[in-house]
T-cell receptor
Framework: AQSVTQPDIHITVSEGASLELRCNYS??????LFWYVQSPGQGLQLLLK??????LVQGIKGFEAEFKRSQSSFNLRKPSVHWSDAAEYFC?????????????FGTGTLLAVQP | GAVVSQHPSWVICKSGTSVKIECRSL??????MFWYRQFPKQSLMLMAT?????????EQGVEKDKFLINHASLTLSTLTVTSAHPEDSSFYIC???????????FGPGTRLTVT
């Protein structure tokens, strides 16, 4: 069965420090992978996605993610975190026969940023 | 563009009553809308997928008679929780998609509390 695991429930980093949020997936075929950010009172916003091609994907707000098939991972990174990055981050895999027919989400990682 | 709204943002209802949640795509036509449920500290779980003018497709374990979904137009879908019980208290999120394979755009969610 398809699934997404985000091992870190809560992460705290200092402003300006680098960030890596972990995501592991279980999916039989080539996965469609997504990272979303959820801020209070706002809908989930797509940060980046991987469908095929270059395994290092650039997204909005300075985020990037790397698809590693051998590790079934799609970790999200940012070289320098800003206070406004504090939010909850969700990794998702697209299932159901199409990239966005059915999204299966991880449990999320809550990011806190210390001044 | 690609804004999705939900109304209400929060609602409290008494056990046994029904409550309707609206999901609107404000600046695009959505051929498909999705309804998710999010429990505290858990991931978003897809409840159902609805295409305009068609009956919704419910995920396994979701009671279709309890969670009525209507997608009457290309910009509006509604979720009605019938005969609500305290265990239905949750955060309900909708998303909308222009066309197959396109990105899902998420609404800000509706917090339902059943007393």
């Amino acid at each position: 069965a398809q699934s997404v695991t985000q091992p870190d429930i809560h992460i705290t980093v200092s402003e300006g420090a680098s960030l890596e949020l972990r995501c592991n997936y279980s999916y039989g075929a080539t996965p469609y992978l997504f990272w979303y950010v959820q801020s209070p009172g706002q809908g989930l916003q797509l940060l980046l996605k991987y469908f095929s091609g270059d395994t290092l994907v650039q997204g909005i707000k300075g985020f990037e993610a790397e698809f590693k098939r051998s590790q079934s991972s799609f970790n999200l990174r940012k070289p320098s975190v800003h206070w406004s990055d504090a939010a909850e981050y969700f990794c998702a895999v697209g299932a159901g026969g199409g990239a966005t027919n059915k999204l299966i989400f991880g449990t999320g990682t809550l990011l806190a940023v210390q001044p | 563009g690609a804004v999705v709204s939900q109304h209400p943002s929060w609602v409290i209802c008494k056990s046994g009553t029904s409550v309707k949640i609206e999901c609107r795509s404000l600046d695009f036509q959505a051929t498909t809308m999705f309804w998710y449920r999010q429990f505290p500290k858990q991931s978003l779980m897809l409840m159902a997928t609805s295409n305009e003018g068609s009956k919704a497709t419910y995920e396994q374990g979701v009671e279709k008679d309890k969670f009525l979904i209507n997608h009457a137009s290309l910009t509006l879908s509604t979720l009605t929780v019938t005969s609500a019980h305290p265990e239905d208290s949750s955060f309900y999120i909708c998303s909308a998609r222009r066309d197959r394979g396109g990105e899902q755009y998420f609404g800000p969610g509706t917090r339902l509390t059943v007393t």
